[in-house]
Each structure stands twice: as C-alpha cells, then as structure tokens.
C-alpha cells in the first residue's frame, strides 16, 4: 500500500532551518509529484511547492520563494523540504503529500511538527 | 492566485441529518476542484476530485457538485465518524490553493 512517512517533530531557534524528510513506498517514486502543505496550529492548509521527483524540477508558492527547498534521493525514494531563515510564524504541522494527475492529493504523510522556538 | 471561499465556517448537525457545505472560487476552476477531511491529529484525506468524482474507499453518503466558481460537498446522513473539518482546493490554476475549511459539529 502506498506510505508516506515523514521524519520526526523539530524545535528549532529564529534564524535557523529545517529540513523535513517524506520517505514513500508502495509506488515507483519517480511516477508521481511530492507537494509539500503546512498547517498552523487551529488554521487551514497552506500549500508551499511541490516536486517533480523525477526530474527534480520544482515550483514553490510565492511567500516562500527563496525560503525553500524541495530536494530528492530517488535511491531511497525519499523527497525532502528544507525551509531557512524560520521565524516563530514557522510554527506548524508539514505534510508532504502524493499529487494524482499533478493535480489532487490523494495519499499524505502523518506530519511533522515544526517549532521555533528561542 | 485563486481565492477559495468556504461556507459556513462551522455548521451544527445533528447525526442521521444532511450537510451542505459551499466552497466559492475567486475565478472559474472548471471542474478541478477537490475536497478533503480532516480529523483532529490527522492528516488530511481525499474525498472528492473532479468536483464529484469520489475518491476510493469513500462512502456513497459523500457527493460533490458543481462546477466553474461554485462547488458543493454534500453528506446525505451523517455519521458520527463524519465530524470533522472540510477543506475544498482548487487546482486547475497554479498555484493550487485551499479553503479556510468549514468545521462540521454535532448540534
């Protein structure tokens, strides 16, 4: 069955960065997408890049250009996200999630919970 | 970017009744919108895609409709299970955008 499993919860200082990993099995990892979406404590789903593991080629939402990064190691199938210069506004659940058709997301990892924290 | 618009933010029902939950696009979407659940400590999980197409392993009591700007996520009889929060997304533009969500409680 198709698994994301997500590396595990992070505390990190202001100015710091974090890099959260998406490790997939069930599927060729290189057939589909990897988006990345963040979700604050009590607020909705924020989408912020997504990855094209076969390639390598990535997109990233505006508000996070020059933040992020979205990396892979196609040998262990696994996507990583890497988000620099964090600031307490930071402090949130990542998910990494499967895109179908590069469109919907139909299988997500469990989360990772990112805080920053002086 | 696409601005998605959720209503009401929280809708009080009680159990065996029927929800209507709104999700509003700023610009038309055609028909790729989709719809997801989430439970508290969860992550979220698809329902719908293609604006009515249900997901695998989804229950019948979940329909979507609509199309260009307006959607509408319906469940027929709600079962203690279904109480949660409902996100609709768009992806027909880049880049892909969420609703605030609607919270569906039990009245």
């Known amino acids: 069955q198709v698994q994301l499993v997500q590396s595990g919860a992070e505390v990190k200082k202001p100015g710091a960065s974090v890099k959260v990993s998406c490790k997939a099995s069930?599927?060729?990892?290189?057939?589909?997408?990897i988006n990345w979406v963040r979700q604050a404590t009590g607020q909705g789903l924020e989408w912020m890049g997504w990855?094209?593991?076969?390639?390598?080629?990535?997109g990233y939402a505006q508000k996070f250009q020059g933040r992020v990064t979205m990396t892979r190691n196609t040998s262990i199938s696994t996507a990583y996200m890497e988000l620099s210069s964090l600031r307490s506004e930071d402090t949130a659940v990542y998910y990494c999630?499967?895109?179908?058709?590069?469109?919907?997301?139909?299988?997500w990892g469990q989360g990772t919970l990112v805080t920053v924290s002086s | 970017e696409i601005v998605m618009t959720q209503s009401p933010a929280t809708l009080s029902v009680s159990p065996g009744e029927r929800a209507t939950l709104s999700c509003r696009a700023s610009?038309?979407?055609?028909?790729?919108l989709a719809w997801y659940q989430q439970k508290p400590g969860q992550a979220p999980r698809l329902l719908i895609y293609?604006?009515?197409t249900r997901a695998t392993g989804i229950p019948a009591r979940f329909s979507g409709s609509g199309s260009g700007t307006e959607f509408t996520l319906t469940i027929s009889s709600l079962q203690s299970e279904d109480f949660a929060v409902y996100y609709c997304?768009?992806?027909?533009?880049?880049?892909?955008?969420f609703g605030q969500g609607t919270k569906v409680e039990i009245k």
């Open positions: 293609g604006a009515s």
């Open positions: 990855m094209n593991p076969n390639s390598g080629n990535t």
């Open positions: 997304q768009q992806y027909n533009n880049w880049p892909p955008s």
């Open positions: 069930g599927y060729t990892f290189t057939s589909y997408d």
């Open positions: 610009q038309s979407v055609s028909s790729n």
């Open positions: 999630a499967r895109g179908d058709a590069s469109s919907w997301y139909g299988y």
